[in-house]
């Protein structure tokens, strides 16, 4: 019964060189996700809001709901 | 320096060692409160001679100080003359022997598994459910009235400013909400 000698050396170079490029594709893939799933979609919501967003008529709004201290709703 | 690893169970039975009269050099490691524990025993139980050799079955120590089985009748003594000799001339029945007599547990005997998880999963459940008792008993007999803030009609009051307020109204709490239909989307 004679076994062949194990690997003795280099076992940290083989797992290095194993795991290394998976970690870094997985880790631009992690960063492409958030970027396109997360940054990209917020920054265009923020975009469409602004766009048809009437300062003056929100302010108005939140006036009548008495929601400010500073001015009273229209009419008291 | 040689470190001792004890399991539980030998360092249950710590006693004083013997001291091999006055040519012995042997450190004698005692423990006087070994006594006193057990004068209340009412079980005779074996006390382990921590100053000598010590065998062990670890995963993670492999090689004992001593073998397993130390008194050798005459059958053994022959098989370990024997083992002096060419490994090549013992027979595999003589090999097993040999290891038998060196250790007690093979490793794949130690790593046998048990039934302790029914054990402690159970013993788990047991306290999370007495844990669960005496939340609920705290949350009836110790626990203040809650907040005149928590009631239904305050909430709704809560809520209706926050949209008022237009609180984070691009992605969040009235983003969802419906101002020309009055509704949440």
Known sequence: MSLAKPAMRGLLG???????PIAFALSLVAAAAFKYGVTEPRKQAYADFYKQYDTT???NNMRDAGVFESVRPTGE | MVVRVLNLNQMLHLTAGRVGGLFSRRAVVGLTNSGA???SHHEVSDQVDM???MYWDRLDTPLPDRAWIDVLDSKDKSLKQKEKGPWTALSKEEKIALYRLKFNHTYPEMKKPSHEWKTVIGGMFIFFGITGLV?????HYVYPPQPHTFGEEWQAKQIQRM???RVNPIEGFSAKWDYKNKQWK
């Open chain 1, 14 to 20: 083989k797992r290095l060189r194993f795991h290394l």
């Open chain 1, 57 to 59: 008529k929100e302010f």
């Open chain 2, 37 to 39: 524990r057990m004068s």
């Open chain 2, 51 to 53: 100053s000598q050799p």
């Open chain 2, 135 to 139: 939340v609920f008993w705290q949350g």
């Open chain 2, 163 to 165: 949209l008022d307020m």
